[in-house]
């Protein structure tokens, strides 16, 4: 049986285009044509993995405070954005085409209110496969858009940044924790922030 790839050639070199990571060893995600796959873990051994993943929103002194004291004209912004990062834990695999499909375990999304910041820190738990360390981003991700719509009657300009992984546990490459530092919101897992 024939198989027809539809999906043009990114590189134009057909069969000899070899996508390969810094330590040389090949892309799991991609096939030698450079077409995507979703990668096989049939063989790979169940384990308690958990990742914690972080998003900030900006905004002015008197948004947040309005944000937390739950006074913002939509009403608790921060309850909304909880349950929507849950939410979107859950619905991570219909969202990003490669992702397997998860039995997650336990979900946590929690806020650090800074002055004229929101971090988002969202951690999520599963005895899987494969890490979560995607359903984790597309918490925090998630909760900041949500805490974005709940702020954007009363602050158009609000931004949103610093998307990224701060620590991960489980599987066969480890554990592995973002380097602290002052210039990343919520490096510092556990926070010592004001948690909501």
């Known amino acids: 049986m024939d198989v027809v790839n539809?999906?043009?050639?990114?590189a134009g070199v057909g069969g000899a285009l070899t996508h390969l990571r810094?330590?040389?060893?090949?892309?799991?995600?991609?096939?030698?044509?450079?077409?995507?796959?979703?990668?096989?873990?049939?063989?790979?051994?169940?384990?308690?993995?958990?990742?914690?993943a972080t998003a900030t929103v900006h905004s002015t002194s008197e948004v947040l405070t309005l944000l937390g004291a739950g006074e913002l004209p939509k009403g608790d912004a921060l309850a909304v954005a909880r349950v929507a990062g849950i939410m979107a834990a859950k619905k991570t695999p219909e969202l990003i085409p490669l992702?397997?499909?998860?039995?997650?375990?336990?979900?946590?999304?929690?806020?650090?209110?800074g002055p004229d910041t929101?971090?988002?820190?969202?951690?999520?738990?599963?005895?899987?496969?494969?890490?979560?360390?995607?359903?984790?981003?597309?918490?925090?991700?998630v909760a900041a858009l949500s805490v974005y719509d709940m702020i954007k009657a009363v602050d158009k300009h609000a931004v949103i940044s610093d998307i990224q992984v701060l620590a991960k546990s489980g599987g066969k490459s480890g554990d592995w924790t973002l380097p602290a530092s002052s210039d990343v919101p919520g490096s510092d897992v556990p926070g010592d922030g004001a948690r909501a």
């Open 6 to 10: 539809d999906t043009p050639d990114p």
């Open 22 to 52: 810094q330590d040389g060893t090949a892309l799991t995600h991609l096939r030698q044509d450079g077409t995507a796959q979703m990668v096989d873990v049939s063989e790979k051994a169940v384990t308690t993995r958990e990742a914690t």
């Open 99 to 113: 992702c397997h499909p998860l039995p997650i375990s336990k979900v946590t999304v929690d806020f650090e209110l």
């Open 118 to 141: 929101v971090v988002v820190l969202a951690t999520v738990k599963t005895k899987g496969v494969t890490g979560v360390e995607m359903e984790a981003l597309t918490a925090a991700s």
